[in-house]
């Protein structure tokens, strides 16, 4: 929510913005930025999602505004377009949105760098049109967020069966764009968790129950960011379908979805410190086969959305051995092909390393 504000007053308040942001734990410690100005309230850990906000909504790299090795140099002409569509973008909200930040580089550019103006012309017969979804059948009352959550669990196995099981140990694979490494991924609950990918070094994301981290073998780990952080928690978490209305006191209901053909009930859910979340329930089986999370940048929200599936059960509850992870710059695949619950773990597999990552 605070991200929300400071997109408004990005140049409208900067005094209002340094209050807020000198009262919030996320404060930069000294900014290292040499030339911002329109940015120059950010919080410096925030200035890294909003360069990406900008190059994926214009579909650019940083090179199209910086000379790499000289970010803080104004020699590239698209740095100082991009400097104005700031403004330019800051005014259309604070004027015709209330100040909520609706509209974004995104809304006109979609991913291209110079938006098109002009409709486009059909270059192909239309296509048939797809039938409409079955409405569902008449007098039949949308459920509830209890409704959903209570198929869910017991989709899973049930609250008794789910609270049995309060470690996991899953090994497999992940798969990018045609290649191959071998994975581990090791949970705990309530919310612990690290990913292993064994390449050329093992490279590490945890999440130790309070804060994320990552790191690659022979190096030290860094912390993640607080925003990050949030991301990694909600993943961490073991019994996500027992926790949501704790973690999640203002969940509603949304519109029903399809996702790959299949009916989904959706709920939509927003709290302080955590990322926006949108999760989609098979309304057949009652399983979550979607969660799109939204991190908040200076500039506009960003998507990443995993996509659940082959479900199977091991001790009375049923796990997705298969998850794809989309973000608007890249894609993966986690395929788990063997898991086993409850092996006594130590916390401190899910801790930062003090020194190198071993
Ligand atoms: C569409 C243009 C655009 C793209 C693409 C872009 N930037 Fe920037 N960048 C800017 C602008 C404009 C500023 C200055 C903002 C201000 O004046 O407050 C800036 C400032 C910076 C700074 C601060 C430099 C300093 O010391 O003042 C860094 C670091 C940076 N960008 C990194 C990146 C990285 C990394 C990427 C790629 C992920 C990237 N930028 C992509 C436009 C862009
Ligand atoms: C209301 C629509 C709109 C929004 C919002 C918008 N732009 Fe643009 N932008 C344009 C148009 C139109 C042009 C092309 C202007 C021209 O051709 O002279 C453009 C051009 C640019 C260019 C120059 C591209 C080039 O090829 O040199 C950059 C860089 C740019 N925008 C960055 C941004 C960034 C960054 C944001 C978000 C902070 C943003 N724009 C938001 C409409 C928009």
Known sequence: MTTRILIVAVLALPVATQTLWAQHDAAPAAPAYKNLTVLKDVPADQIGPAMQFMAT???????????????????KGAKKTAREMITMTAAINKEHFGGRPQITCNSC??????????????????????????????????????????????????????????????????LTGGSETPVDVTTKAPNMRVTVTHSNS?????????????????????SMSESESASSSLDAEFHLGLRLKELYPQI????????????????????????????????????LVRMVRYAETPLGRMPTQIDYSDYRETDGVKTPFRWTLSRPNGRFTIQISSLKNNTPIDDAKFAKPAGDVK
């Open 109 to 174: 550019h979609r991913g291209s760098e110079r938006p098109v103006a002009i409709p486009g012309v059909m270059e192909a017969d239309a296509a048939p049109k797809p039938p409409a979804p079955a409405a569902p059948a008449a007098g039949a009352a949308a459920p509830t967020v209890d409704q959903i959550l209570e198929k869910y669990v017991s989709a899973l196995g049930g609250t008794d069966a789910l609270k049995k099981v309060t470690t996991r140990q899953m090994t497999g694979k992940i």
């Open 252 to 287: 509603r209901r949304g519109r029903p979805e399809t996702v790959a053909g299949v009916l989904c009930d959706t709920l939509n859910g927003t709290a302080p410190g955590k990322p926006a979340i949108r999760l989609y329930f098979d309304r057949g089986t009652g399983l």
């Open 57 to 75: 909504s214009l579909g650019v790299e940083c090179a199209f505004c910086h000379t790499p090795g000289k970010m803080e140099a104004d020699d």
């Open 202 to 222: 093992d490279s590490f994301t945890a999440f130790d129950g309070k804060a994320g981290w990552m790191g690659n073998t022979g190096r030290p780990a860094r």
